[in-house]
């Protein structure tokens, strides 16, 4: 009797043991992957270095044209180091607040959040 429970009991762990090494093997071979942040940093990992940090800004420029439907500005803007951008012009989403503030052909400062290639003008005014 006792033996035949031990032998249950020990076949039980070997089974789980080996349920548990199966299990482990596909994260093993993910931790090879230049992702050693991930153990450490579950979850958040994917979105953090690139998509997600959004950088604020201060800007200059000429707004060249506003589309209040749309929730739009353009803007001929300067330079903008902190977001590694030349001078172009491009547009932004932007608040009624923002769109209603100015009008097209004024020189503006602004202040933009951006993530990645899109921008949000945050706050403007007329120079
Ligand atoms: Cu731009």
Redesign the pocket.
């Known amino acids: 009797m006792t033996y035949l429970r031990l032998t249950i009991a020990l076949g039980l762990a070997a089974l789980t043991a080996a349920c548990d090494k199966k299990a482990e093997a596909p994260a093993s071979t993910d931790s090879n992957q230049p992702a050693s942040a991930t153990s450490s940093m579950p979850g958040t990992m994917a979105m953090e270095p690139s998509a997600a940090a959004a950088i604020e800004a201060k800007g200059h420029g000429i707004v060249t044209a506003i589309d209040k439907a749309a929730g739009m500005i353009t803007l001929s803007?300067d330079a903008?180091p902190e977001a590694k951008?030349p001078a172009?012009t491009?547009g932004f989403k932007a608040a009624p607040g923002v769109t209603d503030a100015v009008a097209v052909g004024d020189k503006v400062d602004f202040d933009i959040t951006i993530k990645g290639s899109a921008?949000e003008v945050t706050a403007i005014h007329k120079r």
Do not use: A, C, R
Request: proline share 0%; charged share 0%; no cysteine.
């Open positions: 803007h903008i951008w172009m491009m921008g």
